[in-house]
């Protein structure tokens, strides 16, 4: 991909836009001009679109005489920026839109948005998760996870500002969900032996490629293109159990704030004597590179920052609580729990950004913090939807209930037709090795699909005499719109059996 850089010091251009380093990828550049941050705000602005149409024009490498300032404003959203290949041939760029990503299936290949990813042993996505690909339901007006979305956005575009009234976070909602290992995992500072790296989590395309785990693969990128403040949403794939809270593909809205010295210790007495670094020694409270001072300041604000955004959502009588977790690339790091029916809900995960990772994103200056929201888990929550399979529901029973005249109005969901379930077991000896609980989930889902509602594992046996194991799982099938026949269930099932000796070498007790 061709590189371009510029420099902004002749034109003066508010927010995040100001902050670009010398060289970013041109389909990054895509994305950020084609935000709805800028969209939304900086075009009701004429000072402020004047101001990006000449970053604009620099980005692109366009005359001013050929382009006047009122015809970019009408072009530049539907435009489509183009790049030379190696060869000076023109390629187009794109943006991600909903629909089908994935096209007709290769046996040496997988492809997507149009590009082709070589199939190796790392390979393992299903043709059912392709075929969610480029959905982007948080994008789907008045989908629930758009009207989630779109409040939590209202939220930080009204609270949130620059000295210039315009708004401080950047929100990135169509980036590419295909990303590569560095991305999802190096970037972020993960060991190449840590546990979240595995297969049996992950869908790869290839050794190199994979379907991002998490919305934190974008964090690098978008820092090294210079933005302090952004929120970024989208599909996240992961392999997991099967039941009504656990789906394969969820939704993410990943947040990060970056701090110079000035603007962390702003409020503070005496500010200008306290440092944001140390040369120290690394302990539970902070990192080794921090000062106490800094990392406490962070974790205030970063807290009081979500406290909020949770009190937009649900009202200020919400219970919370924070419990201390160590996810490898923050420290220190929390989860969020909400009181939801006198029960205690994880809705986040947050901390406090190494600075290893902002340091090699270029941004050795400034400390930050990082958190995660799942929005399927908020929206069950706020809405009161009872089975996550239902966000990819196409009944109109379910999609009419979400049909607002703003995204503020307050929804209840009312549950349709409970239809009976039907339950079927299924048991087999384990091999003694290679054997992976997921692999049979995944399985399981890439032939039931959304027929299947839970799948558990009711009873473990080993043989006194030979050691070998077996596993007794309960898969319960129901359709979310209509009566399953016992039938329709047997053909599901039988074919689930089959291809479990097959594909995972386990010997049938069926």
């Not at 042993?121 to 629930?144: A, E, W």
């Not at 560095?182 to 395309?205: C, M, T, V």
């Not at 009181?339 to 994880?346: L, N, P, R, T």
């Not at 059996?497 to 097959?502: G, L, S």
């Amino acid at each position: 991909m061709q590189q371009l850089s510029y420099r902004c010091s002749s034109t003066k251009v508010p927010g995040d836009i100001a902050h670009y380093h010398s060289s970013m990828d041109m389909n990054l550049h895509l994305q950020l001009l084609h935000s709805d941050y800028v969209k939304a705000r900086y075009f009701s602005s004429e000072k402020y679109g004047r101001d990006l149409f000449q970053v604009g024009l620099t980005i692109m490498k366009i005359p001013c005489k050929f382009f006047s300032y009122l015809r970019f404003q009408k072009v530049l959203q539907s435009l489509q920026l183009q790049s030379r290949d190696a060869g000076g041939n023109l390629k187009l760029l794109r943006g991600i839109t909903s629909g089908p990503a994935a096209s007709a299936t290769h046996p040496d290949s997988i492809e997507l948005f149009g590009k082709f990813y070589p199939r190796d042993d790392y390979t393992n996505v299903t043709p059912k998760i392709l075929s969610k690909v480029g959905k982007s339901l948080q994008n789907q007006r008045n989908h629930p996870l758009w009207l989630i979305k779109e409040r939590i956005k209202d939220h930080f575009y009204t609270h949130y500002l620059c000295r210039n009234r315009s708004p401080l976070f950047s929100v990135y909602d169509n980036l590419c969900p295909v990303v590569t290992t560095e991305q999802n995992f190096d970037s972020l500072l993960i060991p190449p032996d840590h546990a979240s790296r595995r297969k049996g989590d992950n869908f790869y395309l290839n050794q190199t490629n994979m379907l991002r785990a998490h919305t934190s693969a974008h964090q690098h990128d978008l820092i090294r293109a210079g933005l302090d403040a952004f929120l970024v949403v989208g599909d996240v794939y992961r392999r997991d159990e099967i039941d009504s809270s656990h789906y394969p593909v969820f939704h993410q809205m990943e947040g990060v704030r970056l701090f110079s010295k000035h603007e962390l210790f702003a409020n503070v007495q005496n500010g200008e004597e306290l440092c944001i670094f140390e040369k120290g020694c690394r302990t539970p409270y902070k990192q080794e590179m921090h000062t106490l001072e800094a990392v406490k300041l962070l974790e205030f604000d970063l807290k009081q920052t979500l406290k909020k955004v949770m009190a937009h959502l649900f009202g200020k009588g919400l219970e919370i609580r924070w419990v201390d977790c160590n996810f490898p690339f923050t420290h220190p790091s929390f989860e969020m729990e909400i009181k939801f029916q006198g029960e205690w809900m994880e809705v986040l995960g947050c901390g406090i950004m190494e600075q290893h990772l902002v340091n090699s994103a270029g941004a050795q200056d400034r400390i930050g913090h990082a958190f995660g929201l799942g929005l399927e888990r908020l929206a069950m929550i706020l809405y009161g939807i009872p089975d996550i399979r239902l966000f990819w529901s196409e009944d109109e029973r379910f999609s009419k209930q979400f049909q607002v005249t703003h995204i503020d109005q307050k929804v209840t969901f009312q549950p349709l037709s409970k239809y009976p379930p039907l339950v079927n077991d299924i048991s087999f000896w384990i091999p003694k090795e290679g054997y992976e609980e997921n692999d049979f989930y995944d399985l399981v889902r890439n032939i039931g699909g959304d027929l299947v509602e839970k799948v558990s594992l009711i009873d473990q046996f080993t043989h006194p005499k030979t050691k070998k194991v077996s596993h007794c799982y309960r898969i319960i099938y129901r359709h979310m719109e209509r009566t399953l026949t016992q039938e329709e269930v047997c053909t599901v099932h039988r074919a689930i059996e089959k291809v479990t000796v097959e594909k995972m070498g386990v010997e049938g007790r069926f």
